[in-house]
T-cell receptor
Framework: GAVVSQHPSRVICKSGTSVKIECRSL??????MFWYRQFPKQSLMLMAT?????????EQGVEKDKFLINHASLTLSTLTVTSAHPEDSSFYIC???????????????FGDGTRLSIL | DAKTTQPPSMDCAEGRAANLPCNHS???????VYWYRQIHSQGPQYIIH???NNETNEMASLIITEDRKSSTLILPHATLRDTAVYYC????????????FGQGTELSVKP
């Protein structure tokens, strides 16, 4: 089945550091990928839609200069958390949509997430 | 996308069927019903989806009422590994594919 790989699985770094998270679709092409954030005991919150070859679409309230998204190929999207601070500590999850099925009938597949801890 | 309502938590005995309800009374004609689950500290796992017919796969069955205002996910023989948060989501094709997660149902399967 469709597999989405996310790397790294865990990051611990100092405040002010920029952190890059990769999301890859391993056995299918994905012109669209999605980035979510999840705080403890809460549901997933959609941050942005990553579009191959064009700018990402950010949800209301998400700072595009803070969370840089690049989708340079059909199998890779990256999320960079710039100048990270403790409040950016969270579980970041990406997902990708299988393009082989008709629009609307496409299950989205998720990576295993990246746990980011900013000290 | 239509809003969904799910009970916050449910218990189920191991080996019994787990029936997870979802209300989506404002669903529109072209919106699919998707079910995902999230085991602690992992990414969500796709389970099943449907439009109006009942669906079954190796993981679960999805029963959608005739008026499509509610659905039930059935895990026929729940195991301890099925303990997770289960999310019911409705999505229309024109919404760009994004899934908006609600609070889900925390299912606890007990020995």
């Amino acid at each position: 089945g469709a597999v989405v790989s996310q790397h790294p699985s865990r990051v611990i770094c100092k405040s002010g550091t920029s952190v890059k998270i990769e999301c890859r679709s391993l056995d299918f092409q994905a012109t669209t990928m999605f980035w979510y954030r999840q705080f403890p005991k809460q549901s997933l919150m959609l941050m942005a839609t990553s579009n191959e070859g064009s700018k990402a679409t950010y949800e209301q309230g998400v700072e595009k200069d803070k969370f840089l998204i690049n989708h340079a190929s059909l199998t890779l999207s990256t999320l960079t958390v710039t100048s990270a601070h403790p409040e950016d500590s969270s579980f970041y999850i990406c997902s990708a949509r299988d393009q082989t099925r008709p629009s609307g009938n496409q299950p989205q597949h998720f990576g295993d997430g990246t746990r980011l801890s900013i000290l | 996308d239509a809003k969904t309502t799910q009970p916050p938590s449910m218990d189920c005995a191991e080996g019994r069927a787990a029936n997870l309800p979802c209300n989506h009374s404002t669903i529109s004609g072209n919106e699919y019903v998707y079910w995902y689950r999230q085991i602690h500290s992992q990414g969500p796992q796709y389970i099943i989806h449907g439009l109006k017919n009942n669906e079954t796969n190796e993981m679960a069955s999805l029963i959608i009422t005739e008026d499509r205002k509610s659905s039930t996910l059935i895990l026929p023989h729940a195991t301890l590994r099925d303990t997770a948060v289960y999310y019911c989501i409705v999505r229309a094709p024109h919404q760009g594919g994004k899934l908006i997660f609600g609070q889900g149902t925390e299912l606890s399967v007990k020995p």
